[in-house]
């Protein structure tokens, strides 16, 4: 069965930082990986869509890579600001998705 | 213009109830989800329907049955509810298994 794990648990950075945050996977045969963005009391917002044969995938000031035969995939928050602050959560998808246990971030003003 | 829309947003309810939770999804997806997230936020699948037929049924317990009366709805019903059943509930869909999967704003769900 698949196992998504979430390096690290949280993080708390000063604004304007760049950071990684990292996910590693069991099982490489995955259609395709996807990070979310969720906020305290709300639902998940679709971030970066990565297909199982892409390497890369960019939007704006984040950029969401996938190694599938080392099972990780890593997302890049460049120049990071306060309302960057939120549990970022990456799913792995085969017949379903499999969720990690997110990253909670903090950007400090 | 929701893509993906649950109601309700908070039900509160004391134990041994029954109570649904609806969802729609207006984006033509084949596939609907519904996902548990406990307190310390994880999300588990419990349903997945394909075109109004069952897919997926991980270890749920019979009180949770889902319905979906057609490819667009997918709702949840759950009876003798119990406290460990508080959570939030979200919906989900998608079109095909290449597809970004897409949420609802979930159903917090608090058992008395």
């Known amino acids: 069965k698949q196992e998504v794990t979430q390096i690290p648990a949280a993080l708390s950075v000063p604004e304007g930082e760049n950071l990684v945050l990292n996910c590693s996977f069991t099982?490489?045969?995955?259609?395709?990986l996807q990070w979310f963005r969720q906020d305290p009391g709300k639902g998940l917002t679709s971030l970066l869509l990565?297909?199982?044969?892409?390497r890369e995938q960019t939007s704006g000031r984040l950029n969401a890579s996938l190694d599938k035969s080392s099972g990780r995939s890593t997302l890049y928050i460049a120049a990071s600001q306060p309302g960057d602050s939120a549990t970022y959560l990456c799913?792995?998808?085969?017949?379903?998705?499999?969720f990690g246990t997110g990253t909670s971030l903090t950007v400090i003003p | 213009d929701t893509a993906v829309s649950q109601t309700p947003k908070y039900l509160v309810t004391q134990m041994g109830n029954d109570k649904s939770i609806k969802c729609e999804q207006n984006?033509?997806?084949?596939?609907m989800y519904w996902y548990k997230q406990d307190s310390k936020k994880f999300l588990k699948i419990m349903f997945s329907?394909?075109?109004?037929?069952?897919?997926i049924n991980e270890t749920v317990p019979n009180r949770f049955s889902p319905k979906s009366p057609d490819k667009a709805h997918l709702n949840l019903h759950i009876n003798s509810l119990e406290l460990g059943d508080s959570a939030v509930y979200f919906c989900?869909?998608?079109?095909?298994?290449?597809?970004?999967?897409?949420f609802g704003n979930g159903t917090r769900l608090t058992v008395t």
């Open positions: 989900a869909s998608r079109d095909t298994n290449n597809s970004p999967l897409h």
């Open positions: 099982d490489s045969a995955i259609y395709n």
């Open positions: 990565i297909q199982s044969s892409q």
């Open positions: 799913a792995v998808s085969g017949n379903q998705f499999y």
């Open positions: 984006l033509g997806h084949d596939t």
């Open positions: 329907y394909n075109n109004k037929e069952l897919i």
